[in-house]
């Protein structure tokens, strides 16, 4: 059997270029388990946080209307009816503000794939030196 030392430079070769394969299989495999991760951790938040809104809404439905009829003692029922409305809206507003900002925070990108990709670029530069 030949040492080390007596490989050819087409076998040497030919073993660099199957582990940097198997480099990219393992990088692109990462990267899928991370995504899917993040993915599953949103949707399950987002099911939760959809039936928490939807009974929320028909009980702030209901509030509404007491305070729209509790109101009309004291207002017209037009006016009563505008005042609820316009709170709603501008609550609704500062929500949907406060939502967006937080998913904007979801990263999507897979940090660790991202730091060992440039880990595996610094080796083969240095290697190719």
Not at 26 to 53: H, P, Q, S
Not at 98 to 110: D, F, I, T, W
């Amino acid at each position: 059997m030949a040492s080390e030392g007596d490989r050819s430079i087409a076998s040497v070769l030919g073993d660099i270029v199957g582990n940097v394969q198997q480099i990219i299989r393992a990088e692109v495999r990462l990267a899928k388990v991370e995504v899917g991760e993040e993915i599953a951790r949103a949707g399950r938040g987002g099911v939760i946080a959809a039936a928490g809104v939807l009974f929320c809404a028909m009980a702030l439905g209901f509030v509404l209307l007491a305070a729209v009829y509790a109101l009309t003692l004291v207002w017209p029922a037009w006016a009563a009816a505008l005042t609820v409305g316009v709170a709603v809206g501008v609550i609704g507003a500062v929500c949907i503000r406060a939502g967006v900002a937080h998913l904007k925070q979801v990263s999507l990108a897979p940090p660790k794939t991202v730091a060992t990709l440039q880990e595996n670029i610094q080796w083969a530069k240095t290697r190719a030196r």
